[in-house]
């Protein structure tokens, strides 16, 4: 019988889809074949091939395939550098939560997460939460809104409040029969944005007063059902993803990638060269100098790493030297 893994953990859980039922998941034999630089096994999202065991209290779903997924979002793994640790499979968008006030989220961290989207096949969209707390203090938040004004013309920006329910019908209404993610630092509002969506009430975690950031409280990745056929995870909050593998990032910069097909040069750096038509749209206001700058960070970073490592058999790559993706 189909399923996919809805909630990944010491018990992994799996919605069985004909039976519109979630259940109780083993794994017997959890080989990825279609991913082998990943060390999940399982991820939320994976479609599965189970066997439904009756057991005395309650049926079991042994799973005993696990299907390539479609999409991916990944990271890097933490214990093992050169592979990748598997978020969700299967999702079709990223809401990658921001929040007004505290805790602040890095320009960096943004871009880091669009790029994983999109090479994952996922489409991200913003969600600036907490909006019931907009900063006081003008210099603060017009900072802020100069953020929000360098998204909107590249990507979907959501407004929302968990807290006074502002705009989160609209954010609903994105979900539907879609299957997405909340990702962002932690104490951001992902679980209690969740809570709105679902009525489930997640343990909500407190914002430490002295750090200014959230504790790390979600500790499951689990995949909640909003309304028929609409699921959103929530995921524990992301201090970084690591490496990004990818080829030439500005693929995943949609706006640099359009303006740098007319650059007079076809290898154009973005740097110096005369005739950067990307360089124009920057003085002419139409493309934000810090997308650029993000763009050429992880291009630094990717870039003599990625090259390196492919030409080189697995067993022989050093332990990367780990990246915050923070400056
Ligand atoms: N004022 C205000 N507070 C909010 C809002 N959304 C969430 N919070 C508060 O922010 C804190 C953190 O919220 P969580 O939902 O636990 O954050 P999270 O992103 O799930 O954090 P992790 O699970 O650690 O990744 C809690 O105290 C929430 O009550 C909002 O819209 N407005
Ligand atoms: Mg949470
Ligand atoms: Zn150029």
Redesign the pocket.
Known sequence: MKGFIVRNGPTPLVYIEDQQKIMKAWLKKTHRTSHEKSVTCIAIGDYVECEIQEQANEDIAVIHEVYPPTTMIVRESIRYPNRNKIIASNLDQVFIVVAVSHPTTPVGMIDRITVAALSGGLVPILVFNKWDEKPTDQAVWAEMESIIRMYQPVFKVLTVSAKSGYHTDELKACMRLKKSIFMGNSGVGKSALVKVLTGIDLRLGEISTSSGKGKHTTRDSVLYLVEDNSWVADVPGIKQLGFIQTDDPIQYFPELYKA?AK?KFSN?K?DQ?PG????ECITNGTIDARRLESYQKLKDEIEPEYFKERSMPEEKRPPRARSTGRK
Do not use: P, Q, R
């Open positions: 740098s650059c154009c973005h060269e950067c038509y990307v360089k």
